[in-house]
């Protein structure tokens, strides 16, 4: 048996989202695996790094799957894609040890959240931004998001109430703008379920002086969902890139 990472991305539009589900077929999981297990003439699993919701956007997620014997990255990039619908695509396969595990081996993760702060929405970026016609203070945004970053207790910014640990750590993040986009990119150990939406919606009222940067500090301590902000659409949301080795301070 040999093992394979795959690096996939996908449009996440009129998707369930990455984990397969016995109700539908449209799920990125679901489809990977329909195609590689009628390509290969038997069952595969695809594990993905992590779930993405319905709607959300992928331009660097990873995934490891095992096969019976050796086969060339085209088979992967050729063979399956040529399979696969066109909002979906493998970018890269590479042949990895037996132990490789793509969601366990995972040891940081990158997203990013654009907005479109135009007074009307961009007729060609509409489904990967969020149209949000208001005027930011991204040093305010920028201000808050330094309380957000490091180990913390994150359950205030999760809709997911049973988590076993609510404990992450976000190394950086960062806030930049370029005319009316605005680029929310975090970078952290793992996020939880509509977290990095949540912490979105949560700056996003910073910036628009609906709440003072000091008052993300209230449910990182209480870590009670109601006091932090709203959910963020989710098809301004990118998984950019899972990253198989330490930060380099980590190290340290």
């Not at 077929?25 to 489809?31: A, H, V």
């Not at 195609?35 to 956007?57: A, C, F, L, N, Q």
């Not at 959240?113 to 040093?139: C, G, M, N, W």
């Not at 870590?223 to 989710?234: I, N, T």
Request: overall charge neutral.
């Amino acid at each position: 048996m040999r093992t394979y990472k795959l690096t996939i991305a996908y449009d996440g539009t009129g998707f369930r989202g990455w984990q397969r589900q016995p109700d539908t077929d449209r799920t990125i999981q679901g489809i990977l695996e329909r195609v590689v297990s009628e390509k290969s003439g038997y069952p595969v699993e695809v594990i993905g790094s992590g779930r993405t919701d319905g709607g959300v956007h992928a331009s660097g997620q990873t995934a490891s799957l095992t096969l019976k014997g050796l086969v060339e990255p085209e088979y992967f990039l050729d063979g399956i894609n040529a399979a696969l619908p066109e909002n979906i695509r493998i970018l890269d396969a590479c042949l990895m040890p037996n132990s490789f595990h793509a969601r366990k081996s995972a040891c940081w993760k990158a997203y990013e959240y654009y907005v479109d702060t135009a007074q009307r929405a961009d007729v060609f970026d509409r489904r990967y931004t969020f149209h949000y016609p208001e005027k930011l203070s991204i040093e305010k945004m920028c201000r808050a998001a330094g309380y957000l970053t490091g180990t913390h207790g994150f359950g205030g910014f999760t809709d997911r109430p049973d988590e076993t640990s609510t404990k992450r750590t976000i190394y950086a993040i960062i806030i930049t703008g370029q005319g009316s986009r605005v680029t929310f990119r975090y970078e952290g150990s793992g996020f939880m379920y509509h977290m990095v939406r949540i912490l979105t919606g949560t700056l996003l009222d910073v910036g628009t002086g609906a709440r003072s940067p000091e008052s993300v500090l209230i449910p990182l301590q209480t870590e009670e969902r109601w006091k932090a902000g709203f959910l963020a659409p989710a098809q301004g949301l990118f998984l950019k890139e899972v990253y198989y080795e330490h930060r380099q301070h980590d190290r340290q």
